[in-house]
């Protein structure tokens, strides 16, 4: 199942099976029937249909979302290797102190707001009938040390746009990851049928806007006062790429 197709399902029981794995992010197959509250056989032909027609995936006899983002990439630079891959729920401590290491050290409200949703939500990977949102990973020895996220509506006047974070961990940049997670994002975007990405940045994070520029894109728009940050009023730039 693409991020980009919205869930159909031929009865109300197969929905609300997906429905309890995609807002838990996972959960174990024996208590995912203990839940759904349905005889054995009608539980399993349900959960075998959903994971024949590509909506969930087991691993080990834990079910979780099987969006389709793409392949795992390894890249080397100078003896540094670094892997970027689709992100999964396991990754979720991982994901959520990468991006609290990043907005730690500079101001950026959306990525803060993101691993606020992770925390609240306890799912990475999220697809339903209002929005869909994904993560790639950056690894380095297994561990994550960056992200690119980006956050699909599914409302159709929107659907061409979508909203794009990125973060490396300070004690790994320097390597290129960042302009490979930015690429991977927009690569994924253009071949999913997407016009343009963009990201919504504080006026005072020079770091992340002179990258933004130094990548392509470009300031679309500018909201006066916009935050709040240390007792002051603080524009937001709108950066943008188009497709």
Known sequence: MGAIERPAFSSEDR??????????????????????????????????????DGYLREDDGTLQLALEFGAIETYEENGFEFTIRPARQRDFEGLVETIRDVTAEETYVVAETIAEELLYENAVNRHNTV????????TVAGDVV??????????????????QTVGVKETHRGHGIGGKLLARGIE??????????????????D???EFLTMHGWDTEAIRRNHYTIDGEHVDEVMMAYEI
């Open 15 to 52: 929905k609300r099976i997906y429905e309890y794995v995609e807002r838990h992010g996972t959960v174990k197959r024996h208590k995912l029937r203990e839940i759904v509250e349905l005889p054995t056989s009608e539980f399993e032909t349900h959960l075998d249909a959903l994971t024949a």
């Open 131 to 138: 929005k869909s949102r994904m993560f790639f990973v950056a």
């Open 146 to 163: 960056g992200w690119t996220h980006l956050d699909l509506p599914q409302v159709e006047q929107v659907r061409g746009t979508a909203q």
């Open 188 to 205: 994924w975007a253009e071949a999913n049928g997407y016009r343009k990405v963009y990201n919504s940045i504080p006026v005072v994070n």
């Open 207 to 209: 770091g992340a806007l």
